[in-house]
């Protein structure tokens, strides 16, 4: 039988669109809900959070990819986290929830493309085990929609949603307060039943 699962929305800011070249400025992460493989639970995404400012890791920006954040780049360097403390304690942290739940974490995010990168990257470049997610243990947001909405990819807006399915929390560009936001459309994407496919 397999293991419970318990989902953990992700969000992140970064200073440019990829890492390395780049650096994340900051994330936030959120527990969702947990399915034990017959039922989806959701959870407060408020109760069980994890947030991270990190330092810069090189010299590169984006001055309008850093602008959506609001974070000041010289307030990291100097306050911020070093990435390698920060990657390690969100490792202890999932660690912590995945005892507390019985259950191991998965990542989800809309789009998940763009904050698993820079996750991943992350967890292998500077924590001291790795990814807490594995390679590939993740659920894309968009994916969800598109399946249970019976619609094309580039067609799963958030715009073109229905409204019941959107979170009631504003998206502030803050990574904790948009994961906390995403979390709640998550649980709202899990309990809706869809839309019917025609098959041919």
Known sequence: MAK??????ADIEADGPVPGPFSMSSFGLAVAGVDDGGAFRALDPAERTFYAELKPISDRYDPEALAISGLDREQLARAGQEPAQAMDATAT???????E?????????YPLGYDWMWMYWYFMQFASNGSPFG??????????YATKAASPITGSTKRSMPQQLLPSRPHTHNALDDAIEQAELFQNLMRWNGAERPVT
């Open 135 to 144: 390679h590939s243990r993740c659920l894309d947001i968009k994916t969800l």
């Open 101 to 109: 739940l019985a259950a191991t974490p998965v990542f989800v995010a």
């Open 93 to 99: 942290w999932l660690a912590a929830v995945s005892e």
């Open 4 to 9: 419970a699962e318990f989902y953990v929305s």
